[in-house]
Nanobody
Framework: QVQLVESGGGLVQAGGSLSLACVAS????????MTWYRQAPGRQRELVAT???????NYADSVKGRFTISGDNAKNTVYLQMNSLKPEDTGDYSC???????????????WGRGTQVTISS
């Protein structure tokens, strides 16, 4: 059984910063990729940033230069540092980790429950 728990959401003013973390626990053998998604009210979920096990990163155009994703495979944790926040960054941020467990060689996708980020103007 694998569980993901996000933390670090909250309410900040535009221009401020927040740091999110997502910790995976359970019978984890190896992590393939870690991704942050967000969903604003009335909108579809969108990819914010992703990092592979080798450290390659990709970002949504809307967050490039402002957000930084990093991972610590030893701690099964992915972080998202968010700077210069804008009201349009408001949403429910959830992490997705693709990994192999100790009981299966197949990559599986796991989701956290999300953490709310609200940016006031």
């Amino acid at each position: 059984q694998v569980q993901l728990v996000e933390s670090g959401g909250g309410l900040v003013q535009a221009g401020g910063s927040l740091s999110l973390a997502c910790v995976a626990s359970g019978n984890i053998f190896s992590i393939t990729s870690m991704t942050w998604y967000r969903q604003a009210p009335g909108r579809q979920r969108e990819l914010v940033a992703t990092i592979s096990s080798s450290g390659n990163t990709n970002y949504a155009d809307s967050v490039k230069g402002r957000f930084t994703i990093s991972g610590d495979n030893a701690k099964n944790t992915v972080y998202l540092q968010m700077n210069s926040l804008k009201p349009e960054d408001t949403g429910d941020y959830s992490c997705n980790i693709i990994l192999k467990t100790t009981t299966s060689s197949v990559n599986r996708s796991y989701w956290g429950r999300g953490t709310q980020v609200t940016i006031s103007s």
